[in-house]
């Protein structure tokens, strides 16, 4: 799979992680994993792990607040180590957009082990600055 190839693939998977973050929250390791995924263009509750609770108090909470959330954990060491106590405190609450960490993981690995370094890989990818979710809204909101 070539560069060009890989960022496509790439968008495709945020376009479709766009339309889910509308209505489910994603939990991400810190502000700067928020701040990488708005400015691919996400635009629904995206929630920082590091948020001066302790990791059950966090789960607890979220625990409350949501019936269902997306996981994306940096895949790095720490990453994995967090994906694997917050699923474990979350059970029946992430696993069916698991997916989405699983193929985001592949298609960065060899470059990249963080969720805050995307917008820069899929600009390099792509050749140009990448946003999910404008067209679409902008299309239909001419209808």
Do not use: T
């Not at 928020?34 to 996400?42: D, F, N, P």
């Not at 059950?56 to 994906?83: N, P, Q, V």
């Not at 979710?133 to 299309?139: A, D, N, T, V």
């Amino acid at each position: 799979m070539n560069d060009f190839e890989r960022a496509e693939r790439l968008k495709e998977v945020f376009e479709s992680l766009y339309e889910v973050n509308k209505r489910i929250p994603i939990i991400v390791e810190g502000k700067r994993d928020i701040s990488a995924l708005r400015k691919i263009g996400l635009v629904g509750d995206i929630i920082a792990l590091h948020g001066g609770k302790g990791l059950y108090e966090f789960c607890d909470d979220i625990a409350e607040r949501f019936h269902k959330i997306i996981l994306l954990m940096d895949w790095d060491e720490k990453g994995e180590s967090l994906h694997k106590n917050v699923s474990g405190h979350l059970k029946g609450m992430w696993e069916e957009f698991s997916p989405f960490r699983e193929i985001i993981k592949i298609l960065c690995q060899k470059d990249i082990k963080d969720i805050e370094g995307i917008p820069v890989l899929l600009e390099r990818l792509a050749g140009e600055e990448v946003r999910v979710g404008e067209e679409r809204e902008g299309f239909l909101g001419d209808i």
